[in-house]
């Protein structure tokens, strides 16, 4: 069993930025791919970002690319989501997911994980 928390979230102007943190328990994160989602209200849950086991791939929605980087550290069990220039429309409950062990390469879709965290509150004011 795997438990995910993540933390950092807040309230920041547009402009600004903010790390979030997800750390998972368990001893087959180093073999996981994370992931990164976001539900705003009203709106389903989209794909923010993905990375693989060892952190050689990663994978970008559009709306997030080159504003957001996402990153791990195995060694503490812990993945990032970086979020630069930050805007209104980013506002959202950020979840962070894992997948099956084992599995190579990044997961953009949410059906495809296992875990998920309890989500941490993001909100951009213009």
């Known amino acids: 069993q795997v438990q995910l928390v993540e933390s950092g979230g807040g309230l920041v102007q547009a402009g600004e930025s903010l790390r979030l943190s997800c750390a998972a328990s368990?001893?087959?994160?180093?073999?996981?791919?994370m992931g990164w989602f976001r539900q705003a209200p009203g709106k389903e849950r989209e794909f923010v970002a993905t990375i693989s086991w060892r952190g050689g791939l990663t994978s970008y929605s559009d709306s997030v690319k080159g504003r957001f980087t996402i990153s791990r550290d195995n060694a503490k069990n812990t993945v990032y989501l970086q979020m630069n220039s930050l805007k209104p429309e980013d506002t959202a409950v950020y979840y962070c997911a894992a997948g099956p062990a084992g599995r190579v390469g990044v997961i953009r879709e949410g059906r495809d994980y296992v875990y998920w965290g309890q989500g941490t509150q993001v909100t951009v004011s213009s």
């Open positions: 368990g001893r087959t994160f180093s073999m996981q791919t």
